[in-house]
């Protein structure tokens, strides 16, 4: 059957299991665009291409599928970096397609080029230019393969127009054959062994789980083998979700804005059993001063991520969940000792808090939001001081409820994602939870938002300040307060511009209400709360300090 380029990619996209792209049009995706019109496949037309990005990549996180987004040539394809490289820090399987000039055009400064395969290389587990219209099913195939399997990540495929233009005689592409990619998934015997023995010898093990754990869908498995073991858990910022919120054994995060009971018992621990997790630079503090007391078994997919930044005494390469299920059969039930009395006397010593006064303060915004909720929302976040009070006043007691940006840290992101969030699961309540300035950087999507009837709650924590800028001039720039003062603009005013729902709430008696009605509302909700402006977020670790040397 003869096909076009064009539909040729649209059946690939289907035979993947593909059913909703985010994107925006251009001149050298027209084919593209044209083939669209009469697939039988969801297009969600952002406002901007960071938009469709971010959008993918809150749908792939929310779904676990594969995220894909589209975009032109040029400055179209140069919107998506930012949201490439966000997805490719934090592991998301995304597809990113893009345009690009005729071939005979390439490296000719044409109108709208840009080398993107050769820009986003740093960021994307893989990449392609597909120059023959023969190449381009399997090259598709491939594509989702290589996002969705081993370490998740983003893969970019970029099409000249005059491939998706072309045509040919259309054939399934067959079995995919890639001998350089064989992503290992079972730990070794020896490994799984010298991890059995060090395992049941420790008296103060600990739990510490990433992102992983939720990408691989070992929950489950990660659970039993805490409450055999009682081991206390502590996540990172991507984890959280992979264990319940509500357990007895869970600690919250670790790192610097962590609790201090999860750091001291990373500091105090014989055995930490870090899963699906990097050990990140937020996460160790002083890196000669992490885990010192501590044998330290590393179970994580990705080879490169072993040792990288910390000592690790028992490396075990795999699935996590395949891991895990390997490794529970050899353990034995252990009895509760005095390492779960002493984290529980932690826990009453030193629990997360914050001191009330006359003002509306953020904690008592997310904390209202859980109650409303009844926890059952799904979370997605921008960047700043209310994402760290999103981690610590709501609790996430199942997987993939918890949307955020981890390694990149990118203002903007929340908005977009949590309409992907939506796309992803339409019967569920979303809020994205912002500051006041990350809200400003991708703002124009609640067109997209009102213009789908994607029906997100958006809370604006605005205290007037770049938030978590301003608590690092307090805390080490002598109050210096350079550049992070906003002037914003009336967000009701705006909401109701774009034709959603605005509400504006400066007390305390206002919030419940307030909350309750936006997620009866079928519209989009943007919830302007005036909090206390110079709040901090505590408790924290100075850059570069020990986790026990903690402030607040």
């Not at 096909?3 to 299991?17: E, F, K, R, V």
């Not at 993918?56 to 779904?63: E, F, H, L, P, T």
């Not at 491939?163 to 001998?179: F, K, R, T």
């Not at 939001?369 to 610590?392: D, K, L, S």
């Amino acid at each position: 059957m003869k096909m076009t380029g064009a539909q040729i990619l649209i059946q690939g996209l289907l035979d993947q299991g593909a059913d909703t792209i985010f994107g925006y049009p251009g001149g050298q995706v027209l084919p593209i665009y044209d083939a669209l019109y009469d697939a039988n496949i969801r297009h969600i037309l952002t406002r901007h291409e960071q938009g469709a990005v971010h959008a993918a990549d809150g749908y792939a996180r929310a779904s676990g599928k594969v995220g894909v987004c589209l975009a032109t040539s040029g400055p179209g394809a140069t919107n998506l970096v930012t949201g490439i490289a966000n997805a490719y820090m934090d592991s998301v399987p995304m597809v990113a397609i893009t345009g690009q000039v005729p071939v005979g055009l390439l490296g000719r400064d044409s109108f709208q080029e840009a080398d993107i395969t050769g820009i986003t290389m740093p960021v994307t587990k893989h990449n392609y230019i597909v120059k023959n219209i023969d190449e381009l099913a399997i090259t598709l195939k491939e594509a989702f393969h290589i996002a969705s399997t081993g370490r998740p990540g983003p893969v970019l495929v970029d099409i000249p127009s005059d491939v998706s233009a072309g045509a040919m005689d259309y054939d399934d592409p067959g079995p995919i054959n890639l001998p350089g990619y064989r992503p290992v998934l079972e730990g070794t015997e020896e490994q799984l062994n010298k991890a059995t023995a060090a395992i049941m010898a420790a008296e103060r093990p600990v739990l510490y789980i990433g992102g992983g754990v939720v990408s691989a869908g070992a929950h489950e498995e990660l659970k039993k083998m805490a409450e055999l073991l009682v081991a206390p858990v502590t996540t990172t910022l991507m984890g959280l979700g992979g264990f319940p919120g509500d357990h007895p054994l869970y600690l919250g995060m670790l790192g610097m804005h962590g609790s201090k009971y999860a750091n001291y018992a990373v500091c105090e621990c014989d055995l930490l059993i870090a899963v699906g997790a990097r050990f990140s630079n937020r996460v160790t503090g002083k890196i000669s001063e992490f885990a010192p007391e501590a044998t330290i078994i590393h179970i994580d997919v990705d080879p490169a991520e072993i040792g990288k930044n910390v000592r690790v005494n028992i490396p075990i390469v795999g699935d996590v969940k395949i891991v895990l299920n390997q490794l529970l059969p050899r353990l034995a039930a252990k009895l509760p000792g005095a390492w779960k009395d002493k984290i529980s006397q932690w826990k009453k010593e030193y629990p997360i808090s914050f001191k009330e006064n006359g003002n509306l303060k953020p904690q008592q915004v997310i904390s209202e939001i859980y109650n409303v909720t009844g926890g059952a929302a799904r979370i997605a976040t921008e960047v700043g001081q209310h994402q760290m009070w999103a981690a610590h006043y709501y609790t996430y007691t199942r997987p993939r409820s918890f949307i955020s940006s981890g390694g990149l840290g990118t203002m903007g992101y929340g908005l977009p994602a949590s309409l992907g969030v939506q796309v992803a699961c339409p019967e569920e309540t979303v809020f994205n939870i912002a500051g006041d300035g990350s809200i400003q950087m991708n703002i124009q999507e609640l067109a997209t938002a009102v213009n789908y009837e994607l029906p997100v709650n958006i809370a604006v924590l605005n205290n007037g300040f770049l938030g978590m800028v301003r608590q690092w001039q307090e805390l080490f720039y002598n109050h210096r307060y350079s550049y992070t003062e906003l002037s914003n603009p009336d967000f009701v005013k705006v909401a109701e511009a774009y034709g959603a729902s605005g509400v504006r709430v400066t007390g305390k008696s206002e919030l419940r209400p307030a909350l309750e009605e936006a997620v009866r509302n079928s519209k989009p909700v943007m919830l302007d709360f005036v909090v206390e402006r110079e709040e901090n977020v505590y408790p924290m670790v100075a850059p570069g300090a020990p986790l026990n040397k903690i402030i607040g």
